[in-house]
């Protein structure tokens, strides 16, 4: 196993959302190219933490799509799953000593300290510079 950790926040980084006609989200699948990123550093032996602010209590509600069922419909075993609920995600980064972490949000990003590099990841709704490509590893824009 690699000394490597990771980390990777969940909604629209790894499961994207959409509003419907009554402008409530709801899970529309993958963000493919982002999972694969998860698959290819797993088999490398990695660390991968997903890192989400979801309340974990609420995980089981009827008309939520949980992290756990996502990871296991798509053959995901991360190293773990922390819940901040709704608290900033950067000290959970930290104390997970991740060298890297993918996010969607760039606030995130500025939130970590500069030795934790940061991967803006689209969140395939709208086209962002700055956009991590991982087919290409490069930034889009």
Known sequence: MSDSTVTFDFDTT???SRPNADMVWVHVGPNLPILNELRRRLAAGERVFIV???VEANEQLPDR?????????HGVQ????VFTNGQPKAPFVVALNSELHFDDDPDVGEALPPYIEFRLVNDGLTPRPGTWVPSEGVENG
């Open 52 to 54: 989400t602010c979801r």
């Open 78 to 81: 991360p190293t773990g799953i």
């Open 14 to 16: 790894l499961a994207l």
């Open 65 to 73: 799509r949980s992290v756990a069922d996502f990871l296991l419909e």
